[in-house]
């Protein structure tokens, strides 16, 4: 389950902290590691601050975008320490761990997000995700070193290994979780439909598709319940022309 996790740093820009996180990682067992578009990488800083976790960073996947980094996930947590105007589903670091590592995700890998260490995820990169984690801790001084941020979720991810899972019990779930990448594909057909009926308006268009993607995201469709929703979204293209 461990070897699920995908830890991905958006837009790193102390090389430093990207070695501290490789060995805050391997320290409780993870080993996949992801950068988008990092500021400064490889860099001997790095190297040095991984100490003996060095196999992560030759190991690192690089990309140019959150979306590239989320595509093969099918559960997409993002960290953040701050208050958010819209609300995400949201969970402390603990809760995430002991409800992921139940036995009805064990086939899914779990991207979990951390964002720049002066401003964080923006909120587009949020809407990738499909719940937030939050570390609890003073709120008068509520930011995490990042790599201390990985350190602690990493942490409650080992922890949880082996407890039994408190929620969805009895869940039988069969077919797989759809992945990031099926999602935002089905979300672009959403909004073409949307925009084909007439029931979009430019100016809000930005502000629905955040509220329907919390919606969708809250459901974790599978496979099949997206090809449904799709066969609905053509039928109405269809009847629409
Ligand atoms: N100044 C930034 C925080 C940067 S800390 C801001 O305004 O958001 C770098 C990253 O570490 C954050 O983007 C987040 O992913 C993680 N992090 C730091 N503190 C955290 C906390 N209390 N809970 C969850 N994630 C945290």
Redesign the pocket.
Known sequence: MLSNIKIILVETSHPGNIGAVARAMKNMALSQLCLVAPKQFPSADATSRAAGAHDLLSNVQIVESLAEAVADCHIII?????DRTISWPELT?RQAAEKFSGPQYAENKIGI?????????KNDELDLCRFL???P?NSAF?????AA?VQV?SYEFFMAQGKPSASEAGDKETDPLATAEQMESFYQHLYQTMADIGFLHVDKSQSIMRRLRRVFNRAQLDCKELDILRGILRFSQNHNQ
Do not use: H, T
């Open positions: 993002g960290a953040s320490a701050r670091a997000v951390f964002g720049r260490e002066n401003s964080g995820l984690v939050k570390i801790c509520s930011s995490l070193n990042l941020a979720v």
